[in-house]
């Protein structure tokens, strides 16, 4: 009998471990002294830092402002809905019921799709954008199900002569709903609200598919996985987490009071939550309004890669802040994580600056979407490097100005890889097999494997794919993974013995680990670069352009460079630069170097995608 | 008793889902008198309560108060109360709150409110109880609350649904003599609804005895009692050996085959009726003294008196008497005349009578198809030509309700059911009529039920020539 207990106690045990060890290794990590998996020590830097980032401090209010507003909203028209609903007999309640729960069961990505459908329709006749409108609209589209589904029951459990014996006391049918009934649903409507909050606040699907460029808080975070996850993310996680858990240990507390005490003051407390939530919608609206009417002069919308601007954390600059402060504006920064993605967005929303890479700003002007810059008025033009000018993507230098720049390299853990490391080679070392990582995104190591075989990967044919693709397959069974962000983590913690990244971020891991080395290939390598350019539907083209030059500023560069870690084309800011970074031939190779090198044109959609698939039959089986 | 109708109602009809729930309802509830609506669940009761409180609007027919029409008025504007079957207080509010809350949204100055509240709980014996949680009280207190609630707002009319349904005996005996006492105190009109027959006598200046939507009797509980207006009031009153009997000529019936003496005329003569006598009102003689000869075949001592079961041939009477006879034992039977109650049957004729068309039939062959509302039946008469329309007389135990629930005619609704003593007699409805129909099976009022047909025991006769056939 004993035994069995224990057996019983232990299997509880497991469970819970199997529940809550994510949750807890998060919470550790918030509190990680380093960006990777390695512990490093204790720190509450990343909570500092994360009130400190503007981006997420938006997005988080933002999600708090649709949360509460469609957790509201919902309520109240679950509420109503489930009150007709109720009234209704038979099968046509039934039907009803069953068909207000469908949006439930339907897959999220359906509702998301047919939610921009639509609104991409109207808005074509109405002359809208997908925004927090119709981000709102949505949110409280799915969320009233749930109100429904949690007010029926009190419903149910209600003595259905209570509101007939509110009439027949004297009330009209409306004060007997206000007097009477609502205190008998109040569990229902409070639980309602606070299963609508939450399913707002952690969607991520469906807001993705209506927001535009209203950023959210799951959609930030997911912009930031181009790079990699914040520790500052762990600390906003492990916040929420206890702020819900709270909440839960405060209601489950109240609800064991209110069956200790008299029911009547069961009714006090829905009172109270309820006007709490009230207070909190207005007060959240408040701020919002407050914030939106202080800054109504103009609106600049930014489309940046995630984590690609300096944002005050480290004594850096915080340039987004810096910017509206200088000329007193707005910017609504919002984040993508692939060219692609970008390219994508560009259909349906407007935006005054995007940053992408050369081969998209090549793609974007074979198609007409960039606007041609007026460099009169971006006089810190002037800072740009020569060489960076006139590049073969923006042959005359029309429509771009380059941001960031960088190369392909090898990293390596000296202590774990066999024979020298002097060119992509190395990568088909026999010697390595099960710890080469390789790019797990076709272009670049497409890219590796033609240039191997000698190939002009700047411009590959589908014959030039095909052989890329053969060599590719030939590497396979020497390959441990293939990986982005994995890399960080896997280098870092001696995992893997090389692997091919671009130069700015092989500097991060080797910051990391001591072990680590880098290695420029003899034969050459990509040369990429990311430059700011202003749509052709462009709002505010004349502030875009001041942001533009603002960028240009020699300090604000060597804000952006310290934090971006890429290498800046601004030769002003590298001249401020410290000495040590300067001379680094990982980020600022030679003249030489870069001479060995190519860059990426402008691939055809058709040789595009047959790069997509051929890359994935070669990489996986 | 004042004489004056404070609530009537003319002519009302309800139904719901093309079912009829009232039918032609005429009543009219007098100031100040205490009347009880009795009938089995089902019956329309609590419908017809309904309406009076203006929850329910009739598909038709008037509701008049104090000579005024008052169809369409709210139940907010309407100076009748409620106490509500399972009470309806609110949970929300404590028994003060509750109380008050009528005289609240009459927005009343807060001491008339405490005075009034205060008035009311002693008179409901609450009395400091006003700070309680209403889900703490027992059902009994529960209940004073909700009259008060109702009586504190000082309407003419109270209406009171089944109150005391949820309350164990005792209590509910307590209880009764409480709703007497405060309504001789209040002098208010109290509308009561309930199935329980016992409830109904104790209480009531009036009873109306309600079935199948409509009113079956309206008088004092002793008139109820003594003078059941059929056999369904008789049956539902009190307990009541309900017998088939025939009226010779005035004062005289034949009740198990032997004559009484009655006290009634105008039946007509040689007439079947319906006869009802008290258990208590049969006087046990010798077997040479009585009227009738039966055999005891059990007793049950009751406290006051003995219950005695006695067959006479085939049907089984109930005796309440002060001396018993052994089980066993044969004894003799005597009613005086005023204690038969004679009235006339429920069903008009005694067999099922109705025609029937013959739709398919071979000359060879003594079965034909007839059809029935819409069902083609098969009947073993001998030949009829296709066409003829046949006239069918079916007696009682011709029909039988199908024990595996496939009748041919489907979905009988059972309107009556009465025990006459060595069978039950049930009136049966379908689409297009009535049946009666005799069975020593019970079934459940206000149910359907499957029924079949036994064409062995009727008498068919052709209605239209063998030329009309020929023409069809």
Redesign the interface.
């Known amino acids: 009998m004993k035994k069995l207990f224990l057996g019983k106690k232990f299997y509880i045990g497991l469970i819970f471990l199997f529940l809550y060890a994510p949750i807890a290794v998060l919470i550790a990590y918030s509190f990680n002294d380093s960006k990777s998996s390695v512990w490093s020590g204790f720190t509450f830097d990343w909570y500092i830092k994360l009130f400190q980032d503007q981006a997420i401090m938006t997005a988080l209010g933002n999600t708090l402002l649709v949360a509460v507003l469609a957790a509201a909203f919902s309520t109240i028209l679950g509420t109503v809905a489930s009150l007709g609903m109720y009234n209704f007999k038979g099968a046509k309640r039934k039907i009803i019921q069953t068909l207000s729960n469908i949006p439930i069961i339907n897959p999220e990505i359906v509702t998301g799709m047919s939610l921009m459908l639509l609104f991409v329709f109207l808005g074509q006749i109405l002359h809208f954008e997908n925004g927090f409108v119709t981000l709102l609209l949505s949110h409280i589209g799915f969320c009233t199900p749930y109100v429904i589904l949690s007010v029926t029951p009190k419903l149910r459990q209600m003595?259905n002569?209570?509101f007939?014996?509110?009439?027949?006391?004297?009330?009209?049918?409306l004060?007997a709903f206000f007097?009477?009934v609502i205190?008998?649903l109040l569990p229902g409507i409070v639980s309602g609200f606070l299963i609508s909050f939450t399913y707002s606040l952690d969607d991520f699907i469906i807001s993705f598919f209506t927001s535009g460029k209203f950023q959210t808080l799951p959609i930030e975070i997911y912009t930031m996985l181009k790079k990699r996850v914040s520790p500052k993310i762990n600390a906003l996680s492990t916040i929420l987490f206890v702020v819900i858990f709270a909440v839960l240990i405060i209601t489950n507390i109240s609800g064991a009071n209110k069956n200790k005490n008299?029911?009547?003051n069961?009714?006090k407390n829905g009172k109270k939550m309820l006007c709490l939530a009230l207070a909190l919608i207005i007060l959240l609206g408040g701020l919002v309004g407050y914030s939106r009417c202080s800054n109504q002069t103009q609106v600049l919308n930014v489309f940046n890669w995630g984590e690609n601007i300096a944002n005050g954390e480290d004594g850096t600059l915080d340039v987004i802040a810096e910017f509206e402060k200088k000329y007193n504006v707005k910017v609504n920064y919002n984040e993508y994580e692939s060219n692609e993605e970008m390219y994508a967005k560009l259909q349906n929303e407007s935006y005054d600056i995007i940053i992408p890479s050369d081969y998209m700003i090549g793609k974007l002007i074979a198609e007409d979407m960039l606007l041609p810059l007026d460099f009169d008025n971006i006089p810190n033009y002037k800072n740009i490097a020569d060489e960076y000018k006139n590049l073969p993507y923006d042959p005359n230098n029309e429509y771009s100005v380059p941001y960031t720049w960088g190369v392909v390299a090898l990293c390596y853990n000296e202590n774990m890889v066999e024979g020298e490391v002097t060119g992509f080679d190395a990568l088909w070392n026999e010697a390595n097999k099960g710890q080469i990582l390789m790019f797990n995104n076709s272009r670049d190591a497409l890219a590796i494997a033609m240039q191997r075989l000698g190939l002009d990967p700047s411009n590959p044919t589908k014959a030039d794919i095909d052989k890329a693709c053969e060599l590719l397959k030939e590497q396979k069974p020497l390959v441990q993974n293939y990986v982005m962000d994995q890399v960080y983590d896997l280098m870092e913690c001696d995992q893997s013995a090389i692997a091919p990244y671009y130069a700015g971020d092989i500097y991060y891991m080797m910051d990391n680990n001591d072990s680590l080395n880098y290695c420029l290939p003899e034969e050459g390598t990509n040369f990429f670069v990311d430059a700011m350019c202003i749509p052709k539907n462009a709002e505010n083209p004349e502030l875009a352009e001041l942001f533009i030059n603002f960028m240009l500023e020699p300090e604000v560069g060597v804000s952006n460079s310290e934090y971006i870690g890429y290498a800046s084309p601004n030769k002003e800011t590298v001249a401020l630069l410290d000495e040590e970074i300067r001379n680094n031939q990982l980020i600022y190779p030679s003249k030489e170097y870069l001479d060995k090198c190519y860059m990426y044109s402008n691939t055809p959609a058709d040789i595009y995608n047959y790069m997509q698939e051929k890359f994935i039959e070669a990489s996986t089986n | 008793m004042e004489q004056k109708p404070i609530v009537s109602l003319r002519n009302i009809n309800v139904k719901f889902d093309g079912e009829v729930i009232l039918n032609n309802i005429d009543l009219d509830i007098m100031d100040k008198e205490f009347i009880t609506l009795l009938g089995p669940s089902g019956c329309g009761k609590t419908t017809t309560l309904r309406i009076i409180g203006g929850f329910l609007e009739p598909d038709s027919g008037d509701v008049f108060y104090e000579g005024k029409r008052i169809n369409g008025t709210p139940p907010n504007k309407r100076n009748i109360n409620t106490v509500f079957q399972k009470y309806a207080l609110f949970p929300h509010l404590n028994v003060y709150e509750n109380v008050a809350f009528g005289l609240k949204l009459k927005k009343l100055p807060k001491e008339e409110i405490k005075a009034r509240v205060t008035k009311m709980l002693a008179i409901v014996d609450l009395k400091g109880y006003e700070k309680r949680a209403v889900s703490k009280l027992s059902g009994g207190q529960q209940q004073r609350v909700a009259i008060a609630r109702a009586l504190v707002c000082d309407p003419d009319v109270l209406l009171l649904d089944e109150p005391l349904g949820a309350l164990d005996l005792k209590l509910r005996k307590d209880m009764q003599i409480e709703l007497k006492r405060i309504q001789k105190m209040t002098r208010k009109t109290f509308v009561y609804v309930t199935h329980d027959q016992e409830e109904a006598l104790t209480m009531s200046d009036r009873v109306v005895v309600m079935n199948n939507g409509k009113i079956e009797q309206i008088g004092t509980p002793i008139d109820i009692y003594n003078e059941p207006a059929n056999a369904f009031v008789a049956d539902f009153i009190g307990e009541a050996n309900i017998l088939d009997g025939l009226m010779l000529k005035d004062y005289r019936v034949r009740i198990l085959g032997s004559d009484f003496k009655c006290v009634d005329k105008g039946f007509g003569e040689n007439t079947p009726v319906d006869i009802v006598i008290r258990p208590e009102d049969i006087e046990v003689t010798s077997p040479e003294e009585g009227t009738v000869v039966g055999d005891v075949t059990g007793v049950v001592f009751k406290g006051v008196h003995y219950e005695m079961e006695v067959k006479v041939g085939k049907c089984t009477l109930l005796i309440h008497s002060t001396v018993s006879s052994p089980a066993g034992s044969r004894i003799g039977m005597r009613v005086s005349p005023d204690n038969i109650h004679i009235m006339n049957k429920l069903f008009p004729t005694p067999y099922n009578e109705f025609t029937a068309e013959v739709v398919d039939s071979a000359e060879d062959s003594p079965v034909v198809t007839i059809s029935v509302e819409g069902k083609e039946l098969e009947l073993e008469n001998g030949y009829y030509p296709k066409g003829t329309i046949l006239s069918i007389q079916l007696p009682p135990d011709g029909l039988y309700v199908d024990g595996e629930g496939v009748g041919q005619l489907t979905d009988v609704f059972v309107e009556s059911v009465i025990w006459k003593g060595a069978h039950n007699e049930i009136i049966l409805e379908s689409d297009e009529r009535k049946w009666i129909m005799h069975s020593a099976q019970d079934e459940q009022v206000a149910t359907y039920v499957p029924i079949c047909f036994d064409f062995s025991k009727a008498v068919v006769t052709p209605v239209n020539t063998q030329e009309d056939a020929d023409e069809n």
């Open positions: 003595d002569h209570l007939e014996a509110a009439q027949d006391l004297g009330c009209t049918q004060q007097q009477v205190h008998e008299t029911k009547e069961n009714g």
